[in-house]
Protein backbone atom coordinates (compact mmCIF):
# COMPACT_ATOMS: atom_id res chain seq x y z
CA UNK A 1 0.00 0.00 0.00
CA UNK A 2 1.00 3.45 -0.95
CA UNK A 3 2.03 5.53 2.63
CA UNK A 4 -0.72 7.62 4.26
CA UNK A 5 0.30 11.70 3.20
CA UNK A 6 -1.22 14.21 5.77
CA UNK A 7 -0.61 18.12 5.29
CA UNK A 8 -0.53 20.02 8.24
CA UNK A 9 -1.70 23.59 7.87
CA UNK A 10 -1.22 25.96 10.84
CA UNK A 11 -0.76 29.66 11.23
CA UNK A 12 0.53 31.51 14.20
CA UNK A 13 1.78 35.11 15.60
CA UNK A 14 3.64 36.01 18.67
CA UNK A 15 3.36 32.81 21.12
CA UNK A 16 6.80 30.80 20.16
CA UNK A 17 6.12 28.59 22.96
CA UNK A 18 2.44 27.61 22.63
CA UNK A 19 3.75 26.85 18.71
CA UNK A 20 6.76 25.19 20.20
CA UNK A 21 4.86 22.76 22.11
CA UNK A 22 1.95 22.46 19.51
CA UNK A 23 4.90 21.19 16.82
CA UNK A 24 6.63 19.10 19.60
CA UNK A 25 2.66 17.09 20.23
CA UNK A 26 2.69 16.50 16.22
CA UNK A 27 6.20 15.26 16.42
CA UNK A 28 5.02 12.43 19.03
CA UNK A 29 2.28 11.14 17.35
CA UNK A 30 2.40 7.09 18.08
CA UNK A 31 0.23 4.35 16.48
CA UNK A 32 0.49 5.93 12.91
CA UNK A 33 -0.11 3.68 9.82
CA UNK A 34 3.32 2.22 8.64
CA UNK A 35 5.00 5.40 6.47
CA UNK A 36 2.96 8.01 7.12
CA UNK A 37 4.08 11.31 5.79
CA UNK A 38 3.03 14.35 7.77
CA UNK A 39 4.27 17.77 5.94
CA UNK A 40 3.60 20.51 8.24
CA UNK A 41 3.10 23.55 6.66
CA UNK A 42 3.20 27.13 9.26
CA UNK A 43 2.13 30.24 7.83
CA UNK A 44 3.65 33.19 10.57
CA UNK A 45 1.88 36.14 10.18
CA UNK A 46 4.83 38.49 11.44
CA UNK A 47 5.77 37.42 14.36
CA UNK A 48 8.10 39.64 16.55
CA UNK A 49 8.97 37.52 19.09
CA UNK A 50 11.22 35.06 16.81
CA UNK A 51 8.63 32.50 16.39
CA UNK A 52 9.78 31.57 12.76
CA UNK A 53 13.53 30.87 13.62
CA UNK A 54 12.86 29.18 17.16
CA UNK A 55 10.28 26.63 14.43
CA UNK A 56 13.18 26.74 12.12
CA UNK A 57 15.46 25.42 15.05
CA UNK A 58 13.89 23.19 16.35
CA UNK A 59 11.83 21.65 13.75
CA UNK A 60 14.20 22.05 10.45
CA UNK A 61 11.58 19.80 8.29
CA UNK A 62 8.39 22.54 9.00
CA UNK A 63 7.76 24.64 5.98
CA UNK A 64 7.43 28.15 7.36
CA UNK A 65 6.27 30.80 5.28
CA UNK A 66 6.34 34.83 6.74
CA UNK A 67 4.00 36.67 5.41
CA UNK A 68 2.46 40.31 7.16
CA UNK A 69 0.72 41.06 10.17
CA UNK A 70 -2.72 41.85 8.62
CA UNK A 71 -2.81 38.61 7.54
CA UNK A 72 -5.20 36.36 10.18
CA UNK A 73 -6.21 33.11 10.84
CA UNK A 74 -8.39 31.89 7.89
CA UNK A 75 -5.88 34.01 5.29
CA UNK A 76 -3.18 32.09 7.03
CA UNK A 77 -4.74 28.42 6.30
CA UNK A 78 -5.92 29.21 2.75
CA UNK A 79 -1.87 30.03 2.49
CA UNK A 80 -0.92 27.38 3.98
CA UNK A 81 -3.57 24.81 2.09
CA UNK A 82 -1.90 26.65 -1.09
CA UNK A 83 1.63 25.67 -0.16
CA UNK A 84 0.96 21.91 0.41
CA UNK A 85 -0.72 21.86 -2.77
CA UNK A 86 2.13 23.43 -4.57
CA UNK A 87 5.04 21.93 -2.07
CA UNK A 88 7.64 18.61 -1.97
CA UNK A 89 4.14 16.41 -1.13
CA UNK A 90 1.38 17.74 -3.52
CA UNK A 91 -0.39 13.94 -3.54
CA UNK A 92 -1.64 14.52 0.28
CA UNK A 93 -4.62 12.06 1.32
CA UNK A 94 -5.85 14.52 4.14
CA UNK A 95 -5.40 18.38 5.13
CA UNK A 96 -5.17 18.45 9.23
CA UNK A 97 -5.90 21.88 10.28
CA UNK A 98 -3.65 22.35 13.27
CA UNK A 99 -4.10 25.94 15.87
CA UNK A 100 -0.94 26.33 17.14
CA UNK A 101 -2.16 26.58 20.86
CA UNK A 102 -3.17 22.65 20.87
CA UNK A 103 -1.33 20.33 22.85
CA UNK A 104 -2.14 17.20 20.96
CA UNK A 105 -2.33 13.27 22.75
CA UNK A 106 0.07 11.34 21.90
CA UNK A 107 -2.45 9.23 19.33
CA UNK A 108 -4.58 12.31 18.62
CA UNK A 109 -3.57 11.81 14.73
CA UNK A 110 -4.75 7.84 14.84
CA UNK A 111 -7.87 8.54 16.32
CA UNK A 112 -8.56 11.00 14.16
CA UNK A 113 -8.09 8.70 10.65
CA UNK A 114 -9.44 6.09 12.97
CA UNK A 115 -12.94 8.00 13.11
CA UNK A 116 -12.50 8.94 9.42
CA UNK A 117 -12.43 5.12 8.23
CA UNK A 118 -15.22 4.53 11.27
CA UNK A 119 -17.65 6.91 9.11
CA UNK A 120 -16.68 5.69 5.62
CA UNK A 121 -13.37 7.71 5.05
CA UNK A 122 -15.46 10.50 3.46
CA UNK A 123 -16.34 12.78 6.44
CA UNK A 124 -14.75 15.89 7.66
CA UNK A 125 -13.34 15.27 11.36
CA UNK A 126 -13.23 17.31 14.31
CA UNK A 127 -11.59 17.18 17.04
CA UNK A 128 -12.97 17.80 20.70
CA UNK A 129 -10.48 19.17 23.15
CA UNK A 130 -10.64 20.28 26.60
CA UNK A 131 -9.62 22.57 28.96
CA UNK A 132 -5.62 22.72 30.16
CA UNK A 133 -7.09 20.80 33.67
CA UNK A 134 -9.32 18.81 31.67
CA UNK A 135 -12.56 19.75 33.51
CA UNK A 136 -14.79 21.36 30.34
CA UNK A 137 -15.03 20.60 26.21
CA UNK A 138 -13.30 23.83 24.64
CA UNK A 139 -14.02 23.43 21.04
CA UNK A 140 -14.97 20.22 18.99
CA UNK A 141 -17.96 19.96 16.33
CA UNK A 142 -20.95 22.52 16.89
CA UNK A 143 -25.06 21.32 16.53
CA UNK A 144 -27.16 23.85 15.39
CA UNK A 145 -30.17 25.16 17.44
CA UNK A 146 -33.07 27.78 17.08
CA UNK A 147 -31.45 31.26 18.46
CA UNK A 148 -31.43 32.72 21.79
CA UNK A 149 -30.49 35.42 23.25
CA UNK A 150 -26.76 34.90 22.81
CA UNK A 151 -26.50 33.92 19.13
CA UNK A 152 -22.93 33.41 19.09
CA UNK A 153 -23.00 30.55 21.31
CA UNK A 154 -26.38 29.25 21.34
CA UNK A 155 -27.14 29.15 17.67
CA UNK A 156 -24.34 26.10 17.61
CA UNK A 157 -23.71 24.45 20.46
CA UNK A 158 -20.85 22.09 21.65
CA UNK A 159 -20.55 18.31 20.96
CA UNK A 160 -19.10 16.44 23.96
CA UNK A 161 -17.09 13.34 22.95
CA UNK A 162 -19.19 10.25 24.06
CA UNK A 163 -17.08 7.22 23.24
CA UNK A 164 -18.62 6.71 19.88
CA UNK A 165 -18.00 9.00 16.14
CA UNK A 166 -20.63 11.91 16.64
CA UNK A 167 -22.30 13.89 14.26
CA UNK A 168 -21.98 17.66 14.04
CA UNK A 169 -23.54 20.35 11.84
CA UNK A 170 -20.12 22.33 11.61
CA UNK A 171 -17.09 22.74 13.84
CA UNK A 172 -13.96 24.75 15.45
CA UNK A 173 -11.17 24.94 13.18
CA UNK A 174 -8.89 23.71 15.38
CA UNK A 175 -7.79 20.37 14.79
CA UNK A 176 -9.90 18.87 11.61
CA UNK A 177 -9.06 16.42 9.39
CA UNK A 178 -10.03 16.77 6.10
CA UNK A 179 -10.03 13.98 3.05
CA UNK A 180 -8.71 14.90 -0.34
CA UNK A 181 -12.00 14.38 -1.89
CA UNK A 182 -13.52 16.88 0.29
CA UNK A 183 -10.89 19.66 -0.09
CA UNK A 184 -11.28 18.93 -3.93
CA UNK A 185 -14.88 19.70 -3.84
CA UNK A 186 -15.43 22.60 -0.98
CA UNK A 187 -12.38 24.41 -1.85
CA UNK A 188 -10.42 26.09 0.92
CA UNK A 189 -11.75 28.68 3.71
CA UNK A 190 -13.92 31.24 2.07
CA UNK A 191 -11.47 34.42 1.32
CA UNK A 192 -14.06 36.41 2.50
CA UNK A 193 -13.80 35.45 5.96
CA UNK A 194 -10.10 36.32 6.96
CA UNK A 195 -10.36 35.54 10.74
CA UNK A 196 -13.17 34.14 12.15
CA UNK A 197 -16.15 32.72 11.33
CA UNK A 198 -14.32 30.53 8.21
CA UNK A 199 -14.16 27.26 9.95
CA UNK A 200 -18.00 27.41 10.87
CA UNK A 201 -18.87 28.12 6.75
CA UNK A 202 -16.44 25.23 6.08
CA UNK A 203 -18.55 22.82 7.85
CA UNK A 204 -22.27 24.20 6.99
CA UNK A 205 -21.04 24.31 3.51
CA UNK A 206 -19.94 20.71 3.58
CA UNK A 207 -23.06 19.55 4.96
CA UNK A 208 -25.22 21.54 2.74
CA UNK A 209 -23.20 19.42 0.06
CA UNK A 210 -23.86 16.45 1.81
CA UNK A 211 -20.47 15.63 3.75
CA UNK A 212 -21.64 14.81 6.91
CA UNK A 213 -19.00 16.17 9.95
CA UNK A 214 -17.90 13.76 12.82
CA UNK A 215 -16.38 14.43 16.07
CA UNK A 216 -13.75 12.05 17.83
CA UNK A 217 -15.12 9.72 20.00
CA UNK A 218 -12.57 10.68 22.74
CA UNK A 219 -10.49 13.91 23.37
CA UNK A 220 -7.66 14.38 20.99
CA UNK A 221 -6.01 17.47 23.02
CA UNK A 222 -5.98 20.43 25.40
CA UNK A 223 -6.65 24.09 24.18
CA UNK A 224 -7.78 26.43 26.55
CA UNK A 225 -10.35 29.20 25.09
CA UNK A 226 -9.24 32.30 23.73
CA UNK A 227 -10.83 35.97 24.71
CA UNK A 228 -11.26 37.81 21.81
CA UNK A 229 -8.04 39.70 21.13
CA UNK A 230 -9.25 43.08 20.97
CA UNK A 231 -11.46 43.18 24.18
CA UNK A 232 -14.93 44.72 22.98
CA UNK A 233 -15.77 43.12 26.59
CA UNK A 234 -13.52 44.95 28.55
CA UNK A 235 -15.18 46.62 31.81
CA UNK A 236 -15.18 50.54 31.58
CA UNK A 237 -14.34 51.14 28.37
CA UNK A 238 -17.21 52.92 27.15
CA UNK A 239 -19.84 52.02 24.13
CA UNK A 240 -18.05 53.82 21.27
CA UNK A 241 -15.02 52.15 22.23
CA UNK A 242 -16.64 48.82 22.60
CA UNK A 243 -18.29 48.76 18.97
CA UNK A 244 -14.86 49.97 17.37
CA UNK A 245 -13.41 47.12 18.87
CA UNK A 246 -16.06 44.50 18.19
CA UNK A 247 -16.19 45.29 14.53
CA UNK A 248 -12.46 44.67 14.07
CA UNK A 249 -11.09 42.20 11.97
CA UNK A 250 -10.06 40.31 15.32
CA UNK A 251 -13.55 39.92 16.37
CA UNK A 252 -16.76 40.55 14.40
CA UNK A 253 -16.19 42.61 11.23
CA UNK A 254 -19.57 43.38 10.03
CA UNK A 255 -19.43 42.81 5.98
CA UNK A 256 -18.39 39.15 7.21
CA UNK A 257 -20.67 38.84 10.10
CA UNK A 258 -23.11 39.53 7.44
CA UNK A 259 -22.44 37.25 4.70
CA UNK A 260 -22.14 34.76 7.51
CA UNK A 261 -25.70 35.02 8.58
CA UNK A 262 -27.06 35.55 4.78
CA UNK A 263 -25.73 32.62 3.73
CA UNK A 264 -26.31 30.53 7.04
CA UNK A 265 -28.79 31.63 9.11
CA UNK A 266 -32.23 32.34 7.69
CA UNK A 267 -34.82 33.29 7.98
CA UNK A 268 -33.38 34.40 11.73
CA UNK A 269 -30.37 36.73 9.59
CA UNK A 270 -31.36 40.35 9.82
CA UNK A 271 -31.38 39.59 13.96
CA UNK A 272 -28.79 38.13 14.32
CA UNK A 273 -26.57 40.32 12.38
CA UNK A 274 -27.68 42.80 15.13
CA UNK A 275 -27.77 41.13 18.03
CA UNK A 276 -24.27 41.30 18.93
CA UNK A 277 -23.67 44.68 18.52
CA UNK A 278 -26.99 45.65 20.14
CA UNK A 279 -26.20 43.24 23.42
CA UNK A 280 -22.29 44.89 23.36
CA UNK A 281 -23.58 48.55 23.42
CA UNK A 282 -25.96 47.61 25.78
CA UNK A 283 -23.49 45.94 28.06
CA UNK A 284 -21.14 48.71 27.84
CA UNK A 285 -23.80 51.46 28.66
CA UNK A 286 -24.63 49.58 31.63
CA UNK A 287 -21.44 49.17 32.55
CA UNK A 288 -20.61 53.02 32.65
CA UNK A 289 -23.89 53.73 33.93
CA UNK A 290 -22.75 51.88 37.20
CA UNK A 291 -19.14 53.35 37.06
CA UNK A 292 -20.60 56.57 37.19
Not at 205 to 230: E, H, M, Q
Request: aromatic share 6%; net charge positive.
Amino acid sequence: MEPLRIAVLMTCHNRAPKTLAALASLRDQRGLPAGTVLSVHLVDAGSTDGTARAVAEHFPDVEVVTVGQDVFWGEGMRTASRRSRHGALPAWDHQLWLNDDVRLTADAVADLLATAERTGGRAVVVGALHSSDGARTTYSGRRRTLPRWHPRSHVFVLVDPTGAPEPCDTCNGNVVLVPRRVRDRLGDIDRRFRHSMGDFDYGLRARRAGIPLYVTPRYVGACDTNPPLSGSREPGIGVREALRRLVSQRELPPRQWWAFCHRHLWPWAPLLMVAPYARTALAAALDRARRA
